[in-house]
């Protein structure tokens, strides 16, 4: 699994061979089939494992306690996605470029990522609610565009700079969201 991390998050899935995987997991392909019956299966597994690790996602800010609801949401784009500092390529969310890479032909894949997206919005609406904003409904569906759209440009042009605009974005909206009307 550690390879299957290591190897599609880096690389991508397709252009991520089983043979590559075993010889970086220093097993036997028999041995890789032994524990994951197929890749697809092997997919399912790492998108569990990368949704169960939410650090990679940058997502596990909204369920800390220790910081005020607002202060949480302006945190999710204050942070950065982890990753190296040398990397030459801008990754983006791995949920997403899975979703994208499989384009519908890994559909146990599709669905663990279709839900994790709207729960991840609803969780944006819940602490958009929490923080106090009037219509946490809108507040938590711009902000979700916004944190995806951001981290897609982020990974479409090699570059870091649209979560910064996206950042500053989420200031605004979060603060204009908490204006008396």
């Known amino acids: 699994m550690r ?3 290591e190897l599609f998050a880096s690389e991508g ?3 991520t061979g089983v043979a590559k995987l075993a010889d970086v997991a220093h097993v036997s392909t ?3 089939y032994q524990h994951f019956p197929s ?3 092997l997919v399912s597994a ?4 990368i949704e169960s690790d ?3 996602l940058g997502e596990t800010v909204l369920e800390r306690r220790d910081l005020g609801a607002r202060e949480r949401l302006l945190r999710l784009f204050a942070e950065r996605p ?3 500092p040398s990397a030459k390529v ?3 969310c791995p949920l997403h470029n899975a979703a994208v890479e499989s384009a519908g032909t890994l559909p146990e894949a599709s669905a663990a990522v279709e839900r994790h997206k709207r729960e991840f919005a609803a969780r944006l609406v819940e602490t958009a609610a929490e923080a106090g904003a009037p219509q946490p409904e809108a507040l938590g569906r711009q902000l979700a565009v916004l944190f995806e759209g951001a981290r897609a440009l982020s990974t479409s042009l090699n570059d870091m700079g649209p979560l910064d605009d996206a950042e500053e974005l989420a200031k605004t909206l979060i603060e204009s969201a908490s204006e008396p009307v």
């Open 46 to 49: 790492y998108l569990q494992r």
């Open 39 to 41: 890749k697809e299966a």
């Open 54 to 56: 939410g650090a990679i």
């Open 3 to 5: 390879a299957a991390v």
């Open 13 to 15: 899935i397709h252009a």
């Open 30 to 32: 028999r041995t890789l």
């Open 82 to 84: 982890a990753g190296s």
């Open 90 to 92: 801008v990754r983006g």
